[in-house]
Structure formats: structure tokens, C-alpha cells
């Protein structure tokens, strides 16, 4: 993967888009499920059908359960 990408301790990856993609799409480029994580676009909670625009602020974390 070419683009920049920071992790974060708990799983938080924060990352700036290259190409317009859905939510959906970046989650598999990244190899992710998309079950377990949620993302964040511009601030905004995003579902994977979100179009996310070239140099977008992205961050990908961890859906968290509690019991």
C-alpha cells in the first residue's frame, strides 16, 4: 500500500485518501472486515456506501462490544 498510514495504539488507523473510493472499498484495500470496524470521515460517522473525495481525512477504529 502506498498511501500513508498511521496506527495507533487500540487499533485506531488514521489515514489520508488518494483516490475517490467508497467505504466499503477502502476497508478491503486496508484488508479489513467490515463488521469489526467503524470509520470516521471528516469527523462524521461514515457507512460503507459513503463516496470518500481524494486527500479526505479518514480514521478506521475498532468497533468495541460491551457486556
Sequence with gaps: MSRPVTKHSGGLIRIVSEHRQTV???LQEL???EEFF?????????????EI???????????????
Design 24 to 26: 466499503a472499498e477502502l
Design 53 to 67: 473525495e481524494t486527500g479526505t481525512n479518514v480514521i478506521v477504529l475498532p468497533k468495541i462490544k460491551g457486556g
Design 38 to 50: 467503524a470509520v470516521i470521515v471528516n469527523g462524521k460517522k461514515a457507512d460503507l456506501t459513503n
Design 31 to 33: 484488508g479489513l472486515e
